[in-house]
């Protein structure tokens, strides 16, 4: 047996790069992106929606260990820990990379609701999209909303009314903390299984309405290496649907000159683009003020798509559908690609 192992020809590669790759695959193909970084082929197409450079550049992102982020609320207590080494600032207010070792439930201000977990593009473009008092707000998440039900309770606290919708309610013990914990009364939190039929519980339209539904959920794959082989791609008509009716859902909500927010942590031109560029099509009293695909492998590390529309308000520039992604076609290439790695 010993001398099988030894004159084994993986061995015989040991040290080369790709040592476990078949000779025959052509390493500008998918398939070679499929076996070097153990994803499904599938998987790999939907991220070539966005080129090739874009589909390695992701999967590479993933293949590494997951980055915590951590948003820290405006309390003098937390100075002290703002200054530990395991808390390094970010681009972004108050939000900061976890580079501990131990887990942040050992934290007592993370039990306790003073610091929480948060994907930075969705604080990010929630600062971005403000309104102010008087004025509501309605949210309408999913399980996997990337902080932002607990963002928008921080940020605005009693200054605004809002209506938060969820479709499970259990998975949203943090918020009722530290809805609790702030002494909010202007907090309606309600759960609902149709975001179509949500008159009993929104009362009248809103200036702010933002739509994070459950989506194919890509940004969870650097906190579950397995999440791509475990995924049932089958059920992806079924998620696709259920965003198209959340977002009809939430735009009744919209009043006239207010915002609409539509985003989706994962990598998905159907789910993205082209569901916001079909919702446009049938709404013509909507107007598309900005969209972007943010990939994990950026600065903020977040695979999320959001669009911002407007409803009945005039806008001076209309940027082209996923403008920024053109700067990216020149790096769409194989060759692109190989001289990056």
């Known amino acids: 047996r010993q001398m099988c192992i030894r004159d084994s020809p993986i061995l015989d590669k040991e040290g080369e790069e790709n040592r476990y790759m078949p000779d025959d695959v052509d390493h500008s193909s998918l398939d070679y992106l499929s076996l070097r970084y153990n994803a499904p082929i599938w998987a790999c197409k939907i991220l070539h929606h966005f080129g090739y450079s874009n589909t390695f550049k992701t999967l590479k ?32 207010k108050d939000v900061y990379l976890y580079a501990g070792k131990k887990p942040l439930r050992v934290y007592e201000e993370y039990r306790r609701g003073k610091i929480f977990e948060v994907r930075p593009r969705v604080k990010e473009l929630l600062d971005s999209h403000v309104v102010s008092a008087p004025s509501s707000a309605l949210l309408y998440c999913g399980k996997l909303s990337g902080g932002a039900e607990l963002e928008l309770v921080e940020h605005y606290g009693d200054a605004l009314a809002m209506n938060i919708a969820t479709s499970e309610l259990d998975s949203k013990l943090a918020l009722t903390r530290l809805i609790r914990e702030k002494g909010l009364h202007n907090v309606n939190l309600f759960q609902t299984t149709d ?27 650097p906190t579950s290496p397995d999440f791509l082989l475990h995924f049932d791609k089958d059920a992806m008509d079924g998620i696709i649907s259920g965003e198209q009716k959340a ?50 492998y950026d600065e903020l590390g977040t695979a999320v798509y959001y669009a911002v529309l407007s409803r009945g308000a005039e806008v001076d520039k209309i940027p082209a559908p996923l403008g920024e992604l053109s700067a990216l076609k020149e790096m769409s290439s194989p060759c692109a690609a190989a001289k990056a790695e």
């Not at 993205?272 to 099509?281: D, K, R």
Request: proline share 6%.
């Open 61 to 92: 992102k993933w293949a590494r260990p997951y980055v915590t982020y951590v948003r820290f609320r405006d309390l003098p207590e937390l100075d002290e820990l703002r200054t530990s080494p395991d808390f390094a600032a970010t681009s972004i």
């Open 195 to 221: 975001p179509t039929a949500m008159d009993a519980s929104v009362p009248g339209k809103q200036q702010l309405v933002i739509c994070l539904p459950d989506s194919t959920a890509f940004d969870q794959v």
């Open 247 to 296: 977002l009809e859902g939430c735009a009744k909500y919209v009043d006239d000159g207010g915002k609409l927010i539509y985003g989706i942590l994962t990598i998905s031109k159907k789910e993205g683009h082209l569901a916001v560029e079909s919702f446009l099509q049938n709404h013509q009293e909507f107007t598309l003020v900005e969209e972007k695909q943010c990939f994990p």
